[in-house]
C-alpha cells in the first residue's frame, strides 16, 4: 500500500469522524444531550451506528469532543515549558494565551452550547471525571520531575488544578449567562482579571515551586 493511499485513508477517517461530532452537536444543542441517541446521530451523519461507536466509544465524547485535548493538556504546558520557569508561571502564561485566542478547550463553547452541559446530569458528571483526570496528569509531570518527593509533587498539581477548576467554572458561568453575539473579547478580558488575581493568590505558596 502507498503512502499516498494511507494518507488519503487517514484523510477520511478525520473526515469522517468530523462529520459524526458536528451532526451530533447539532442534535444535541436542539433535542439536548440525553434526548439524543446514538442512532439519531448515526442516522443523521449516514453511518452504522457501530460506526459511530468506534469513533466515540462514549456518548459524552461526542459532546467533548477535546476531551483528550484538556486531561493533557496543563501536563503538556508544563513539559512545554522553558528551562527555570516555575510550574505556576507556566500555567499562567497559557491560561492567558488560551483566553486571547478563546479557545474552547478552556471553555469558550458559546452560550448554546454552555446550556446543553449544564442540562445533563451525564455530562456534567463526566466533566468533573475529566477534571480528575485533568489533575491525574498534572500531577504525574510533576512527579516524574521530581520523583524524590511525590507528596509535594501532588500537592502542588492540586492547588494548580483547584485553580483550574474554578477559572473553567466561572467561564462556563459567564457563557451561561451570556447572548449569542456577545464579544468574547469582553468575556476574555473578565476572565483575565480573575485569573490574574487567582494566580497572584497563588505566588507566595508557588511562585518558585516546581521549577523546571
Known sequence: MSIDTLGLREQKKRETRQAISDHATQLFLV??????????????ARVAKMTVTNYFPRK???ALDHHEEFVAGPAATLARRP?????LAA????????????????????????RMIAESPTL?????????????????RLTAETPDDPIGARAIAAQLAAADRLLFRELQSRMLTAQDG???????????????????????????????
Open 83 to 87: 528551562e527555570g520557569e516555575p510550574a
Open 182 to 212: 456577545d464579544p468574547l473579547d469582553d468575556i476574555a478580558a473578565g476572565l483575565a482579571e480573575m485569573a490574574h488575581r487567582v494566580f497572584d493568590l497563588l505566588e507566595p505558596s508557588l511562585g518558585t515551586a516546581a521549577i523546571r
Open 31 to 44: 433535542r439536548g444531550f440525553d434526548r439524543t441517541t446514538i442512532a439519531d446521530i448515526a442516522a443523521a
Open 60 to 62: 459524552e465524547d461526542l
Open 124 to 140: 456534567v458528571a463526566r466533566l468533573r471525571e475529566l477534571h480528575d483526570l485533568r489533575e491525574e496528569a498534572l500531577a504525574e
Open 91 to 114: 500555567m499562567r502564561r497559557e491560561y492567558v494565551a488560551a483566553l486571547e485566542r478563546h479557545d474552547p478547550v478552556i471553555g469558550f463553547t458559546g452560550p448554546a452550547f454552555a
